[in-house]
Nanobody, 113 residues
């Protein structure tokens, strides 16, 4: 069973950058598609980006060109590099393993103007 732990959230000024990490345990990590999702206060959780086992990536339109997802299978870690952050990026960010369906506990990102 995969377990996921996010880190790297924090408080950042608009226009700044953060890098989130999702550390996974479990022998099947490298076989799994891993995604980042986020949930802003009062809103539904939404897709941000994901990366397949072979490195193929998908992005939500709202983050294309600003966020980059990557993975290091040797370290069992997926990263989300977030640049040009905006106040509407403020949310709890979760990573998710697609198969089996496992979620981390989330890390808070707050962007102030």
């Amino acid at each position: 069973q995969v377990q996921l732990v996010e880190s790297g959230g924090g408080l950042v000024q608009a226009g700044g950058s953060l890098r989130l990490s999702c550390a996974a345990s479990g022998s099947t990590f490298s076989d799994n598609r891993i995604g980042w999702f986020r949930q802003a206060p009062g809103k539904q959780r939404e897709f941000v980006a994901d990366v397949s086992s072979s490195g193929y990536t998908n992005y939500a339109d709202s983050v294309k060109g600003r966020f980059t997802i990557s993975r290091d299978n040797a370290k069992n870690t997926v990263y989300l590099q977030m640049n040009s952050l905006r106040p509407d990026d403020t949310a709890v960010y979760y990573c998710r393993s697609y198969g089996p369906n496992v979620w981390g506990q989330g890390t808070l990102v707050t962007v102030y103007s």
